[in-house]
């Protein structure tokens, strides 16, 4: 008999084998399904800290004068609902009133960069505004984290200051409320 | 092993879809209360602009929906709801513990108009619920969209939400120092807010692939009106500049 026979015809080392081909698809699916369940636990999180800011603006529970930064917004509206394995510092929050139209217009809607503005996180972003009572107004905040998967795979992924992220966002609209102290804007 | 992650996937990103439809109902209704506040004066109304604005909240509230992410049809629907109770207070004698229901009329109903202009498929659904109100609606389910036609992609709906059996209220009503109260008819604003669940990854094979899809979820919220007594409703006012329908509808005599 051969050495090649011997070979082919040999059963040791077989379950090492199957574990070395299945083990690969085992451990990516395992954490694959980590990293989705911690992507939409990061969303799930967002949507409710971004509702929870909208409410406390729509009631005058965050005012402020035109200019306000968005790490001002994200410290006073946002991460106070943030729970658990968010980090705050990597919020980019917006609070703009309409100007023109409904919120089915998209120009009404903020990037990310004009939210964040050039130093990036907020250090810049202004012109956010909670405006006057009875005021149409829209939030979006962002969280910009690493995951897992963006990093193996940077087609899911985008670019945040030449860091590979990944960007959850979410949004709320909202008519600010006739509040104590809330002006209603000319007009209305 | 693909199928379960697919699966896994299209599950988790389905409970998100179904919480942001709850909140869009919520914040929906919120806004239209809000609009229809007119600073300075003890009036309550929305023009059609307004319900256009306000129903148009949709689209802050699920973001995907502006931006292709979310790619199922829904719809939007705000109504003003009047609640009238089968016992009314001058004749308590109607009510028992185990009958008290609160009959809903609808006084007008708009819906959400899509965003490219095509007219919404369900455009009879609003014709529906008002004509349901000249036969009282009951159960959860005031109207279905059964138009005729191509759906297009745009508005169905729709349920109200109705307050039945309630035994605190009943004690309310039976309560001889609200007699002198002149209430009798309770208005409410109600959005509706439906979306079709499409799943995000591979939706040309949704029908065999995916668990989750074709779900409609719905939900239905409810405000009072803001300001003024009980009989204060929010009504409707034609103006603006939108181009939204918007029925008004014959509210049934007054309970007395």
Redesign the interface.
Known sequence: MTRFQNFSLGRGGATSLEFAICGV??FS?TL??MD??YD?FI??EL?IAT?TAARSV?VGGVTGTTGETSAQLAAAAVCPSLHGLLNCNLLIVSVTPLTTG???V?SN?RSISQAAGSGGFGATGGNNNTGC??Q?M?LQAWYVGPTFAGRLIPAFSQTYFGNISHIT??????????FAGGQ?CAG? | ?LM??FA??DI??A??VW??VE?AAE?VV??GE??S???GQPLTMLNSTQM???M??????M?GL?SGQLTGKYGVTLSSVVYSPACPYTNPSLCNANGFTQTPYVQWSSYLQE?AGAPSSCAAASQLMCNASVAPLRGSTAAGCTTSGTPTGSATLTSVRQFTNDGNQLKEMLNPTLVALPMVLVPQIVADVQYTYAPPLMPGLAKWLFVASGITFHASATLPAPLGGTKQAITYTAGGNASYLVLSCVLPAQAS
């Open positions: 698809a085992f699916m694959g399904l989705v369940g939409l969303q799930a949507d509702e729509q409904d919120y089915s998209a809607y009572a009875g149409m829209l966002s979410s949004s709320a609209g909202f008519v600010n409320e006739y209603a209305t | 092993m379960l992650f896994t996937v988790c990103r409970y998100i919480q942001e909140n914040a919120q806004a809000k609009l506040v007119t600073s256009q604005n306000a148009s909240v949709i689209y802050a509230q973001p502006l965003v």
